[in-house]
């Protein structure tokens, strides 16, 4: 079983849409999840950072964590065309132990 | 505000050329850095990181190497590029805890022919 396992897609949905991305992962020791969005050819960009069980909001976005069943979801919001792009989660231990380790990534398309 | 500087953006090389990839980081001080290469459909390989001049972890066993001359600065090097090499380079770098939240540069996609 990998680590964290994610939908490549592609996802395709109507404008104003609410956009459902989701991670699953297999170790419970995993205490910080972000998530980033990688516009073709450029550098992911971080869009949030949690490390809590629970929601987190910023604007649009709404990041969940249930890690009881080790699940973390990013909704999207009025999803609008410039939302197309790969999303990216991302999780560590913390500390110095282990890595930063990456989902696959889900390409979205918002068509107008 | 911090920023990153990488690279060069896009390059083409001969298998068998060496190769010179540079990070630079700027508005902080003893950041982590780290080397990531992004395979299509592969997600995001951490290659090296580094917490501090000089010292450097490499995560994968290759023919690349990584230095880091300066506080914040990274490079990444090969004496002789394989077309396995081919691929898309990205920098990054976080303060705090070392594996705590990442911040990219721009990338640089390597196609070796």
């Known amino acids: 079983q990998k680590e964290v396992e994610q939908d490549p897609g592609p996802l395709s949905v109507p404008e104003g849409a609410i956009v459902s991305l989701n991670c699953t992962y297999s170790n419970s020791a995993f205490q910080y999840f972000m998530w980033y969005r990688q516009y073709s050819r450029k550098g992911p960009e971080l869009l949030m950072y949690t490390y809590s069980s629970g929601n987190k909001e910023d604007g649009r976005f709404t990041a969940q964590v249930d890690k009881s069943s080790k699940y973390i979801s990013l909704f999207i919001r009025d999803s609008q065309p410039s939302d197309s792009a790969t999303y990216l989660c991302?999780?560590?231990?913390?500390?110095?132990?282990?890595?930063?380790?990456f989902g696959k990534g889900t390409k979205l398309s918002v068509k107008p | 505000s911090q920023t990153i500087h990488q690279w060069p953006a896009t390059l083409v090389q001969p298998v068998g050329s060496p190769l010179s990839l540079e990070c630079t980081v700027e508005g902080t001080s003893n950041p982590n850095l780290y080397w990531y290469r992004q395979a299509a459909g592969r997600g995001l390989q951490l290659l090296f990181y580094?917490?501090?001049?000089?010292?450097i972890s490499s995560e994968v066993p290759q023919n690349l190497s990584a230095s880091r001359p300066q506080d914040r600065q990274f490079i990444l090097s090969s004496k002789k590029l394989l077309l396995s090499d081919s691929g898309f380079y990205l920098c990054a770098w976080s303060v705090g805890g070392l594996w705590s939240e990442a911040f990219f540069g721009q990338g640089t996609r390597l196609t070796v022919v």
């Open positions: 991302a999780m560590s231990y913390g500390g110095s132990q282990g890595n930063l380790i």
């Open positions: 580094s917490i501090g001049i000089d010292q």
